[in-house]
């Protein structure tokens, strides 16, 4: 990723004729967008960056052509929920580099942490359900039973947040 980063701050290296690198970090449509680099601003300078995720994966490069500057940012961990947090780094990184003063992180995504919440709330009720179920029909819940359903919600509380990267606290 660094030689990557510095092929593009430098003119391409050889790789590229400097024509096409500039081409491709420069915005092609009005939402910013070139040929693979998003061209935007940061604070008042000029960057162009890209980001990449897979799951348990993510990527962001972050260049200043006027500064000479790149910044890379890998984490071997990823879900839509951490989207936001993990391109703050970059920024955060980028923003220091250049002699400025750092922005908070954004808060969590409501919508992912309510979805999230409901979706344990029914994990644990479907478990509730079932083993009430058991008692009902057989007086007792069978051991298994119980104790299937309890690690069925177990996992649920435990296995949701973490698919969408947050620790259950």
């Known amino acids: ?63 200043v052509p006027s500064a000479g500057l790149g910044v890379i940012v890998l984490a071997g961990s990823y879900s839509p929920a951490l989207d936001a947090r993990l391109a703050s780094i970059g920024f955060t990184i980028t923003r220091l580099a250049l002699g400025h003063s750092p922005h908070a992180a954004p808060p969590p995504d409501p919508l992912i942490r309510g979805t999230l919440s409901v979706l344990v709330a029914l994990a644990g009720l479907l478990a509730l359900t ?23 919600a177990a996992l649920a509380v435990a296995a949701l947040p973490a698919a969408m990267g947050y620790s259950l606290p």
């Not at 079932?130 to 069925?152: D, E, H, Y």
């Open 1 to 63: 990723m660094t030689r990557f980063a510095m092929a593009h701050l430098d003119g391409g290296q050889g790789l590229l004729k400097p024509a096409t690198l500039g081409q491709m970090q420069t915005a092609q449509t009005d939402v910013g967008y070139g040929l693979g680099w998003r061209d935007t601003d940061l604070d008042g300078t000029r960057i162009v960056r890209h980001a990449g995720a897979t799951p348990g994966f993510w990527a962001h490069l972050i260049l």
């Open 130 to 152: 079932f083993i009430n179920s058991a008692v009902r029909r057989s007086g007792r819940a069978p051991f298994w039973w119980a104790t299937a359903w309890m690690a069925v």
